[in-house]
């Protein structure tokens, strides 16, 4: 979109437009985290918990998939057409779950769930990039992360309020009438013009980006913890997603209205922006949950203060972006200096794990928690975005909006392979546990102390010990022993992981980024 095509746009058109946004990907954000809380006391509930993983692997594959599929059809559709079914799916998914009486009805319901949360996440991107100027749109893609920012918060002080209170099953309910007021605002604030350029949808296109997403996003979220790489399954796989990944390529650039649309890749500002999102997808999940596992099975910080301490990210998340964002929209050249800033001081947020001992446990939590909401805060999905849309037409705003979001699941998923690789490679339970010490352990303690969690609650550690006679009980002391060893190897590969990226970030934005963006845009 030329600047000119959003000049006239008056301030209460663009508050508008942001609130709506926030209405959209708000309350989806609130279930995101009060889901993760609420998903153990599901499972168990359903007597599923063997299948925990599972089910959080289909529903990354869901997600994955929706968001570059929902974006073309924005564009060949109309945003309001999309949102209002994405909106309307997702509350379906909600009521399914809420009221689901199986494990079968409420995996079913939780899949809907993951598709329609793809869709919708990526859609404020487009649709604000539909209203807002080019150079206001750092400011207001930032408003959305502060926005977000509060909404996180929330699902973590409330989850477990609601847990307590009726049931796992109503976390569900929580933003259900809320999501009736983003209905009203869809309707009312977002435009339905038709920007593609025909109306055509490349049915085949989303079946071939199917069956090539689902193997592969299968055999990377079990790498390492079902498969190892050398399996004869793991090979297949990985041929077979090859072979049908350039099928895929041949048919799309040969369809006029392509679901995934390849030539994206030939503009550099979009380049930049999807390895952006690949970093970033790496450093957010070793903050937010190997810290805590960490801090608390290997440091000894108990669960109270792990949650007080994540606090400033938390603020930070909230305060930061708009910051960031203002400071941008005022030079467009900005633009590339918040992105150095916020993605060299990403890296303190991994590289604390290096330094981390029980005397400053909680000092070092601080700081990876404050090191990670500023990095987030420059650097997090909607200010890539909008540095994205710089190189983008109106009638591309749906498809790469979706592309990106796709990008960063998939990332998220190919890095939380290799980080459980690398713990995995130091939990070995044939070396951890000794073999006199497994023939008095029932199957339940084995299954137990199988978890790299188990470190996290000492509880749980202390009565095994206890039901042991006191020959075991020394072999079962100089076992825990071996486990904090052996996690203490793993922090330090995980927290390499998150600083070779971290690096690659600060790259990055050194030298791909334009050193004077002058913000001549579409």
């Not at 259900?176 to 209905?183: E, K, N, Q, R, Y």
């Not at 050398?230 to 040969?254: N, Q």
Request: a positive charge; charged letters at 10%; glycine letters at 8%.
């Amino acid at each position: 979109m030329s600047e000119n095509t959003t000049s006239g746009v008056s301030l209460r058109q663009k508050i508008l437009i942001l609130i709506t946004a926030a209405s959209i990907a708000s309350p989806i954000v609130f279930i995101r985290g009060a889901v993760a809380t609420a998903l153990p006391n599901l499972m168990t509930q359903y007597g599923s918990m063997p299948y925990y993983s599972l089910v959080l692997i289909l529903y990354t594959i869901s997600t994955a998939i929706s968001p570059p599929i929902a974006g073309k059809l924005a564009d060949v559709l109309g945003r309001r057409t999309l949102c209002l079914i994405s909106a309307i799916g997702y509350m379906a998914g909600l009521a399914g779950c809420a009221f689901a009486q199986s494990f079968p009805v409420f995996l079913a319901s939780y899949l809907v769930l993951g598709i329609f949360f793809g869709a919708m996440f990526s859609m404020p991107q487009a649709v604000m990039g539909d209203v807002i100027p080019v150079a206001e749109r750092p400011k207001y893609f930032s408003y959305m992360l502060s926005i977000q920012g509060i909404f996180t918060m929330l699902s973590s002080l409330f989850a477990g309020y609601i847990i307590d209170a009726v049931g796992p099953n109503y976390v569900f309910l929580a933003m259900l009438p809320l999501l009736v007021v983003t209905l009203c605002f869809i309707a009312k604030n977002v435009s339905n013009e038709r920007t593609a350029k025909t109306r055509k949808i490349d049915y085949l296109g989303i079946f071939l980006l199917v069956i090539t997403l689902v193997p592969i996003m299968i055999i990377i979220n079990f790498v390492g913890s079902r498969l190892a790489p050398t399996d004869p399954i793991t090979i297949i796989g990985i041929i077979y997603s090859i072979v049908m990944a350039v099928l895929l390529y041949k048919h799309e650039i040969k369809t006029e209205e392509p679901i995934l649309v390849f030539s994206f890749f030939s503009r550099k500002r979009f380049c930049v922006a999807a390895a952006l999102t690949a970093c970033i997808a790496a450093i957010l999940p070793i903050n937010q949950n190997y810290l805590s596992l960490f801090s608390q099975g290997l440091m000894g910080l108990n669960a109270t203060t792990a949650s007080l301490l994540t606090l400033p990210r938390s603020v930070g998340t909230i305060v930061l972006p708009s910051f960031f964002g203002i400071y941008a929209a005022k030079k467009a050249g900005n633009f590339r200096k918040s992105f150095i800033f916020c993605s060299i001081v990403a890296i303190p947020a991994s590289a604390v794990l290096l330094i981390m001992n029980p005397n400053n446990v909680e000092l070092m939590f601080l700081l990876a928690c404050f090191f990670c909401a500023l990095g987030l805060a420059g650097c997090g999905n909607y200010p890539v975005a909008a540095y994205a849309q710089r190189d983008l037409e109106r009638n591309e705003y749906g498809a790469a909006a979706g592309t990106l979001t796709s990008i960063g699941t998939i990332a998220g998923s190919l890095i939380g392979a290799i980080i459980g690789a690398v713990l995995n490679s130091h939990w070995n339970l044939d070396k951890l546990i000794p073999a006199d010490l497994k023939a008095v352990l029932t199957p339940a303690q084995l299954s137990q102390l199988s978890s790299n969690q188990i470190l996290k609650t000492p509880a749980k550690l202390d009565a095994i010990q206890a039901t042991l006679s006191p020959e075991a009980q020394v072999l079962f002391t100089e076992m825990v022993a071996n486990m904090k060893e052996a996690m203490q190897g793993a922090m330090t590969g995980v927290a390499i992981v998150g600083i070779v990226f971290g690096v690659a970030q600060v790259l990055i934005s050194i030298f791909a980024m334009d050193r004077e963006d002058k913000g001549g845009t579409k």
